[in-house]
């Protein structure tokens, strides 16, 4: 199954990169979360659980964990994936047993400084991962064999239910205080990782139908330098073709836009959408 997969330039530079977010990620993990000790999400929640009630080192906790999983991987699921989960599990167990003596390093008493930095990190340290279609094991092995079996399977349902049922522990074991503390860490992670890979510069995509479109075309044309299309609609109430104009542009160039637009026809209709990956000229390449 895995003998023709080839390893390129390409993917050793996604193996760096995978091995990178790992390390950044147990740094968020061993300096911050340890040192107050808070949980974190998934797969690495669970490890840090066996830590404090075990003396069981996360590292080596994660790596028994998906043991079992990799086989489950390697028969029901493509060997790409695989692949890339090996090299990100076995980057964050090393990565984690690397910086084990990390959190000595801090001398903080103060929780909501841990919890906040240690999701900043996690969250960067993940979304390098997740960007390079990379994985770390765990839940997403089980979340993709799920929705290969059931299609109608939604994969965040589960990371949820984890996240959950992580959040409830916590609260049990090491007092509600930490619990929140958790779900604050988690909450900032997940924001972290959305931005990473969707990019803290976001693009907007508007949608224009006005009749004085001409006026609009030339001005983001010559003043904006950028790019439109015309759609023909049909408004189904009066049934009249009308051109929608299609522009995307980035969010800050959107504010003066949509002010020019109505400055140009103050009853233009106007839809603005959330893009989170624009690709082509003007906006840059992946």
Same mark, same amino acid.
């Given at each position: 199954?895995?003998?023709?997969?080839?390893?390129?330039?390409?993917?050793?530079?996604?193996?760096?990169?995978?091995?990178?977010?790992?390390?950044?990620?147990?740094?968020?993990?061993?300096?911050?979360?340890?040192?107050?000790?808070?949980?974190?999400?998934?797969?690495?929640?669970?490890?840090?659980?066996?830590?404090?009630?075990?003396?069981?080192?996360?590292?080596?906790?994660?790596?028994?964990?998906?043991?079992?999983?990799?086989?489950?991987?390697?028969?029901?699921?493509?060997?790409?994936?695989?692949?890339?989960?090996?090299?990100?599990?076995?980057?964050? @167990?090393?990565?984690?047993?690397?910086?084990?003596?990390?959190?000595?390093? @801090?001398?903080?008493?103060?929780?909501?400084?841990?919890?906040?930095?240690?999701?900043?990190?996690?969250?960067?340290?993940?979304? $390098?991962?997740?960007?390079?279609?990379?994985?770390?094991?765990?839940?997403?092995?089980?979340?993709?064999?799920?929705?290969?079996?059931?299609?109608?399977?939604?994969?965040?349902?589960?990371?949820?239910?984890?996240?959950?049922?992580?959040?409830?522990?916590?609260?049990?074991?090491?007092? $509600?205080?930490?619990?929140?503390?958790?779900?604050?860490?988690?909450?900032?992670?997940?924001?972290?990782?959305?931005?990473?890979?969707?990019?803290?510069? @976001?693009?907007?995509? $508007?949608?224009?139908?006005?009749?004085?479109?001409?006026?609009?075309?030339?001005?983001?044309?010559?003043?904006?330098?950028?790019?439109?299309? @015309?759609?023909?609609?049909?408004?189904?109430?009066?049934?009249?073709?009308?051109?929608?104009?299609?522009?995307?542009?980035?969010?800050?160039?959107?504010?003066?836009?949509?002010?020019?637009?109505?400055?140009?026809?103050?009853?233009?209709?106007?839809?603005?959408?959330?893009?989170?990956?624009?690709?082509?000229?003007?906006?840059?390449?992946?």
């Amino acid at each position: 199954m895995l003998s023709n997969f080839k390893i390129t330039k390409y993917v050793l530079l996604d193996f760096l990169i995978i091995f990178i977010g790992c390390f950044i990620a147990s740094i968020g993990v061993n300096l911050f979360l340890v040192n107050a000790k808070l949980l974190s999400s998934g797969v690495t929640g669970i490890a840090l659980m066996i830590q404090y009630s075990l003396n069981v080192p996360s590292g080596i906790s994660i790596f028994l964990i998906n043991i079992p999983l990799f086989f489950l991987s390697y028969k029901y699921l493509k060997r790409r994936f695989t692949i890339y989960s090996v090299v990100g599990m076995v980057s964050l @167990s090393l990565s984690l047993i690397l910086t084990e003596k990390f959190p000595h390093i @801090s001398s903080l008493d103060d929780s909501l400084i841990y919890c906040i930095y240690g999701g900043v990190l996690c969250g960067l340290g993940y979304g $390098l991962v997740f960007s390079r279609n990379g994985s770390t094991g765990g839940i997403d092995i089980i979340s993709m064999i799920l929705k290969q079996k059931f299609s109608n399977f939604e994969i965040g349902k589960l990371g949820f239910a984890i996240n959950c049922f992580i959040i409830f522990i916590s609260a049990f074991l090491f007092g $509600l205080p930490k619990a929140l503390y958790t779900l604050i860490s988690i909450f900032i992670q997940a924001i972290i990782l959305d931005k990473v890979l969707n990019g803290f510069n @976001s693009k907007k995509l $508007l949608l224009i139908i006005s009749e004085k479109d001409d006026d609009i075309v030339k001005y983001v044309i010559k003043e904006m330098t950028r790019g439109v299309t @015309s759609l023909v609609a049909e408004g189904e109430y009066t049934h009249q073709y009308r051109k929608m104009l299609y522009i995307a542009v980035t969010a800050s160039q959107m504010v003066s836009l949509r002010s020019k637009i109505l400055q140009i026809d103050p009853k233009a209709f106007i839809t603005i959408i959330d893009v989170s990956e624009i690709n082509g000229k003007g906006f840059n390449k992946i």
